[in-house]
């Protein structure tokens, strides 16, 4: 019985330390967060990563872009202001989770009109599109948007 206690014991410590490296070799996301999106776009990755605590008036939600490791954009940058940085819109076929920083929008834009869905994420100053990149087909993409419940954590979602 002790034997079969320490082999359980073990096995669960070892899915969660591969966890823990999947976690940190395909997202911006510690161990200590919950990813709720992250795709690779050729060099650089896109994550979302929440506090685990997160609810309507604790815990935060941040977006992150760069080279692993190394992220160059954090928005906000003060993660716990959110709230005031994040817009949600879904509908049947798109959900677009928006970061505003200022004058520039970084949206994530997931169109579900096909078996895989597109995935865009979309730069913007003022209101005019600077760059678009592309979630590629064969990167590690995770996406939990839609078991994310974006109003239990005070942000408004438009459809």
Do not use: W
């Not at 994550?47 to 490791?69: D, E, P, T």
């Not at 003060?78 to 509908?91: C, K, T």
């Not at 928006?98 to 003022?126: A, C, W």
Request: charged content about 20%; overall charge positive.
């Amino acid at each position: 019985m002790k034997n079969i206690l320490k082999n359980s014991v073990a096995i669960s410590i070892a899915f969660t330390i591969a966890n823990t490296q999947l976690v940190a070799s395909t997202s911006h996301c510690n161990a200590n967060e919950n990813v709720v999106f992250s795709c690779s776009t050729g060099k650089k990755v896109v994550s979302v990563c929440a506090s685990k605590n997160i609810n309507s008036k604790n815990g935060y939600l941040q977006y992150r872009f760069g080279k692993l490791g190394a992220p160059e954009a954090l928005i906000p940058s003060n993660p716990e202001s959110f709230r005031s940085a994040v817009n949600v819109f879904e509908d049947m076929t798109t959900s677009v989770i928006t970061f505003k920083n200022g004058q520039f929008s970084y949206e994530i834009l997931r169109q579900m009109m096909h078996v895989n869905s597109d995935i865009y994420l979309n730069i913007s100053n003022k209101g005019k599109s600077i760059a678009t990149l592309t979630c590629k087909e064969d990167s590690l993409l995770i996406d939990n948007v839609d078991k994310f419940d974006f109003k239990k954590i005070g942000i408004r979602v438009e459809n």
